[in-house]
C-alpha cells in the first residue's frame, strides 16, 4: 500500500540524505532534537514553488525564534539550487532530491503523472510527523498553515 502524505501523520519520519547547495550533504536526523519543517516543492523557477520559497524566507526568523528548522527540496540537481538560492537569498537549506526518492518516502504525489506537488511536513524532535500540508496552488497560505499547526504544539510559546 502506498502512503499517502495524511496518512503519515504520527509517524516518524524516514531519514534521508541529500545533497545541499554547499555540496554538503544533510541528513534529517542532523536535526533531531529540534522542530523542524521539511517543504517540497516542484522545480526551482517556477511561480508559485518561487513564492513558497519567499513565504518561508519571509518568515524565517519566526520559525527560528521557536526553535524551528526549515529544510526546502525538490526533484532540481544541486547545481539548480545553487543560482536559485543565492537569487532568492534563502536563509535555510535547499536540498536536491533528482530521482524523487525521498519525495516518494513522504508519500508526496504527482498530479496528472507529471507535477510534483508541494507539500510541507511539520516533524517533531523525535521526527514524529505532526502535521502536513499539501499546498499544490496556494503557496501564500501554506506558510500560515504550518504556522498554526506550530501552535497547535506550542504552550505559551514553548514546544510541548
Known amino acids: 500500500m502506498v502512503k499517502t502524505t495524511r496518512s503519515l501523520i504520527g509517524e516518524i519520519a524516514p531519514d534521508f540524505t541529500l545533497e545541499a547547495t554547499t ?7 542532523d536535526f533531531d532534537g529540534s522542530w523542524k519543517v521539511v517543504f517540497f516543492y516542484s522545480v526551482n523557477g517556477a511561480p508559485t514553488c518561487k513564492r513558497g520559497c519567499l513565504n518561508f524566507k519571509e518568515q524565517y526568523e519566526l520559525f527560528k525564534s521557536v526553535g524551528c528548522e526549515i529544510i526546502g527540496i525538490s526533484q532540481d540537481p544541486k547545481n539548480d539550487h545553487v543560482e536559485f538560492k543565492e537569487s532568492l537569498e534563502l536563509p535555510y537549506p535547499v536540498l536536491g532530491d533528482p530521482t524523487r526518492k525521498v519525495a516518494k518516502q513522504f508519500g508526496v504525489p504527482m498530479h496528472l503523472g507529471q507535477f510534483p506537488a508541494k507539500s510541507s511536513f511539520v516533524i ?14 496556494r503557496p501564500r497560505n ?13 504552550d505559551g510559546g514553548q514546544f510541548k
Open 142 to 154: 501554506h506558510v500560515a498553515k504550518i504556522l498554526s499547526a506550530l501552535s497547535e504544539v506550542t
Open 23 to 29: 555540496g554538503e550533504n544533510i541528513s534529517l536526523s
Open 124 to 137: 517533531g524532535p523525535d521526527r514524529t510527523i505532526h502535521h502536513v500540508y499539501d499546498w499544490l496552488f
